[in-house]
């Protein structure tokens, strides 16, 4: 019994008329069958050969070939072996269907290992390159600032113009423009309100050309003009009068302190957090005041200071006290008590006489003052 391979897509396979002596691999669906029955997997091919060895039929030939699917990749005639050289050819057919479709690149490699390359002319002046650097690597222009670049001017030979201007590269002329007298001003000047034009200031250029024609450009024209964007009361009003002239003025009471350098603000600052004389009232408890709620002690304040003056003898009391030298010894004075005790000196030669007046003179002058004690 000849052993048949053929290969196709499902829908084919489907509608063929099944051979149970032949192959049958779907391109599409990558299934192997045998006849009708399917070899994809393991589990079908061991059904496979059961259902064959033990068919009454008892084809030993297929039974054969069946087992040797099953074999390895190194097992010739294997499902294996074939999937292999199968998956060898795809890869050499892949790789080696890529070729260069222009001069711009270079195909090389083996024909199953391809590499690409840019291809950089080798020709003078090609500013194309391979960058190596890292994070810059690919290709590469470089393009100058500026290669010798001239421009010369000379007198024109064409009639009715004035000069020609040539433009060179690398001593190469790139083009020459030559330039009419009409257009070549031999003199301008300003001037107000001339004859036949508006009133106004106007730039009057007269050309270098056979007829010297006059061109007037009013300056009005060349000025773009601005209108103020404040009203009155802005902290800064800007103003524009008639002659364009532009003018700010700050509106009084208008510059608030973010707008103020930080200096001064931190001065501000300082003066808002001062006391105020509406911060220091009276305290409740004697010898305080407060200030800002908080009582405060004022030192060195005692009691007499907010003592009552009844407290105390009134001014001048002890100079009357003590009176005067001339007083007599009948006065209520420290100086009429001595005159008392001088005059009962007298009275008295004993020894001891003179130390009993002293003492009695002094206990009169006792009797006289009333001490009290100073507190604070």
């Known amino acids: 019994m000849d052993i048949k391979f053929l290969r196709g897509t499902a829908e084919q396979y489907a509608a063929a008329t099944k051979n149970d002596g032949t192959f049958y691999y779907t391109t599409d669906t990558h299934k192997l069958y045998l006849g009708t029955y399917e070899l994809t ?20 030939k297929l039974y054969q070939e069946i087992t040797k699917l099953e074999g390895n990749a190194e097992t010739e005639g294997s499902i294996a072996s074939l999937l292999a050289a199968l998956k060898t050819t795809i890869e050499g057919e892949v790789v080696n269907t890529l070729t260069a479709a222009d001069d711009s690149v270079e195909v090389s490699g083996t024909a199953t290992a391809k590499t690409v390359a840019a291809k950089i002319s080798a020709a003078a002046n090609n500013s194309l390159s391979l960058r190596t650097v890292e994070g810059e690597e690919g290709l590469y222009v470089n393009v100058p600032a500026g290669v010798n670049y001239t421009v010369s001017v000379t007198e024109s030979s064409p009639e009715g113009y004035a000069k020609a201007y040539t433009f060179s590269q690398l001593g190469s002329t790139i083009a020459t423009v030559n330039i009419p007298k009409d257009m070549v001003v031999e003199s301008g000047e300003v001037v107000v309100d001339p004859q036949g034009q508006p ?53 009084d009471g208008t510059i608030t302190k973010a707008k103020l350098d930080n200096s001064v603000q931190t001065s501000l600052n300082k003066a808002d957090s001062a006391l105020q004389v509406a911060d220091i009232t009276e305290g409740a408890t004697n010898g305080t005041i407060d200030v800002k709620g908080t009582e405060v002690s004022i030192h060195g304040l005692g009691s007499a200071a907010y003592t009552a003056s009844t407290a ?65």
Do not use: P
């Open 199 to 251: 009133a106004g200031t106007y730039l009057k250029l007269v050309l270098a050309n056979a007829d010297e024609d006059e061109i007037y450009i009013n300056v009005g024209d060349l000025i773009e003009y601005v209108t103020s964007g404040s009203q009155a009361g802005d902290m800064v009003v800007i103003d524009i009068d008639a002659q364009h002239k532009v003018t700010a003025t700050i509106t």
């Open 41 to 60: 997997t393991e589990d079908d091919i061991k059904n496979a050969v059961t259902l064959v060895n033990s068919s009454d039929k008892g084809n030993e």
């Open 312 to 376: 105390y003898d009134a001014a001048g009391a002890a100079a009357a006290v003590k009176g005067a030298s001339g007083d007599a010894a009948t006065a209520e004075t420290v100086y009429g008590a001595k005159a008392y005790a001088d005059s009962l000196a007298t009275n008295y030669d004993a020894a001891g006489s003179a130390s009993t007046a002293e003492t009695n003179a002094k206990a009169y002058a006792d009797e006289l003052l009333t001490w009290g004690t100073i507190s604070e």
